[in-house]
């Protein structure tokens, strides 16, 4: 079979035929009799995933291919790995996390830069069926306090810095500061010593990582259910708790491992590299597991688009690796447009390896499509999917033969993905016209199996409101030939720099300052950052305030305690905010008018000057 449309009609008039072929792709230790039971995939399946991105490879004679290349221009190094060696540290590593007392089932916060050392740590706790939690470097230490009280980690594992363009991060006390805020107390904490700044440990709590390591003997893999969790992965909801995305083993190899070859086109010994971060899910799918899966060549990347040292450190990348597959960001794109809008610095690099950007995050806008196209002469490929869905739900399925591009689309449903687009009535909307965007369950392979410690959550946010459906939290549309166009989150949460943010969260920060009486945050377009958060905000009564004041006391506190990644920098004081006459604040609206959209007063609403402010402001 081949060809996009007929694969697609496969996966999903019969999943568990299209599923049982793909799983045959990945080594398992008891292949699975049952594919699909009660929508957990390949349940009586057992498998590693550490074996099926390291040691099978090494088996199959390919120790000396690179695995991994570290390319880091703020700390100036350039290394490879091989499969064997990478295999190597891993398995010592996977020994240290064994002599550490962590068992099969127990979790590992990891909460690192983007050093060879974080990959490392994921894997070292596949190999023993440990359940990694890795934690973005940017959030604040209240917010890893929160995912560590929630993980339970027996051990955390981390680094004494990061290095940020203009400055050096302090990992360690911002652990330090967040053990103290948690209830919950690790074992020990394992900490890479970085030349640039190495940390003060805490004796009897704290191991330096290197002669840990060093003095380990190599754990063996040990061989799990396909149910069982891999990985949990906390992103943003629409509160202030955050949501731990529960990832299995085996539906989640077998989903990666197919998206490499079809939905990306990567063939292995290619080298694929994923420009986000191992914070985010696109780190996990595609900068750690789907590349070692499929026996490519991953890049790790530690600097950013531009200023590190200039806008063409992506194409250096690209021409000294010989990168066949990039995957970014838009944001990241916009970036290095604003700094080099002629494109001098990328004609000064041979990118003639490249065949495809991926861009994913948030919504391509045409004209950074157009400007990516023409500089580069390869296709530019949008496609959308988030943190719970772990791979690509829509996409131009390069290695099933491409589609023509549609500036705005991320193409089509990918194969094992039944897309709808549902009115408030659940029926369905006809092509051209909006509605929240929906998978019909069973969700493929590889997607979230629940919300961690959060079974009631999980049905609750994302099966409760269309039953028979998964509700993505976009809304969206279909065109007549079928491309979807995914116009941006129906719910609370924003997309900052690729970055996903929940709203309410900074909301609940906001009103716990002493002077606000209430606020709404919402999310304004950015040129370049696709959106940034405003907050609007009421003082009580005679708090008699300087606003500017207000606002730099708002920002430090978002900053303190969301962390800088959040981008919280402007507070606007409103005498009121627009409610309906039962209270509510009309997010939507603002939404609305922040986002340049048409928008009516809704008829319930308590005072229409309100909205005028609100419009006025920004
Ligand atoms: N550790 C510590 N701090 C971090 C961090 C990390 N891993 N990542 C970001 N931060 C900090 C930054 O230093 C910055 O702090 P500042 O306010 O003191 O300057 C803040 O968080 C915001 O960072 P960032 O979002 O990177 O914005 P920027 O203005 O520094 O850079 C871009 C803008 C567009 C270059 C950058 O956002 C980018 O490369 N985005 C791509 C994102 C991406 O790949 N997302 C993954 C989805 S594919
Ligand atoms: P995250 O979970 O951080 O990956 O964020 C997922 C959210 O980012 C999605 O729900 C979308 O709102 C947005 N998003 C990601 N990719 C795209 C895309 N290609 N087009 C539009 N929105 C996107």
Known sequence: MSGYEDVHRHSIERPEEFWAQAARAVDWEAAPETVLREGRWFPDG?????????????????????????????????????????????????????????????????????????????????????????VFGGFAAAELAVRIDHARPVVVLSASCGIEPSRLVEYKPLLDAALEQAAHRPAHCVILQRPQHPAPLVEGRDLDWEPAVRAAAPAGCVAVAATDPLYVLYTSGTTGAPKGVVRDNGGHAVALQWSMSHVYGAAPGEVFWAASDVGWVVGHSYIVYGPLLAGCTTVLYEGKPVGTPDPGSFWRVVAMHGV??????????????????????????????????????????????????????????????????????AANCVGLGALPIKPGSPTKPVPGYDVHILDPDGADCPPGVEGAVTIRLPLPPGTLTTLYR??????????????????????????????????????????VAGHRLSTGQMEEVIAAHPDVAECAVIGVADELKGELPVGFVVLKAGAGRDPAEIERELTAMVRERIGPVAAFRRAV?????PKTRSGKILRATMRDIAAGRDYRTPSTIEDPAALEEIAEAL
């Open 573 to 577: 004081v409103v005498g009121r905010l």
């Open 324 to 393: 066949r597959t990039l995957f970014a960001a838009p944001t990241a794109i916009r970036a290095i447009k604003k700094e080099d809008p002629s494109g001098a610095f990328a004609k000064k690099w041979d990118l003639s390896s490249l065949r495809h950007l991926f861009l994913a995050g948030e919504r391509l806008d045409p004209d950074t499509y157009r400007w990516a196209t023409e500089l580069l002469g390869v296709p530019v490929i949008d496609h959308w999917w988030q943190t719970e869905t772990g791979w690509p739900v």
């Open 46 to 134: 057992r498998l590693n995933t550490c074996h099926n991105a390291l040691d099978r490879h090494v088996a199959a004679g390919h120790g000396d291919r690179t695995a991994l290349i570290y390319d880091s221009p703020v700390t100036g190094t350039i290394r490879a790995f091989t499969y064997a060696e990478l295999l190597d540290q891993v398995a010592r590593t996977a020994g240290m996390l064994r002599d550490l007392g962590v068992r099969t089932g127990d979790t590992v916060v990891i909460y690192m830069p983007m050093v060879p050392e974080a990959v490392v740590a994921m894997l070292a706790c596949a190999r023993i069926g440990a359940v990694h939690s890795v």
């Open 454 to 495: 959060d079974d009631a959550r999980f049905t609750a946010s994302y099966l409760s409101r269309y039953p028979g459906h998964y509700l993505t939290g976009d809304g969206g549309h279909l065109d007549d030939d079928g491309y979807l166009y995914v116009m941006g989150r129906i719910d609370d949460v924003i997309n």
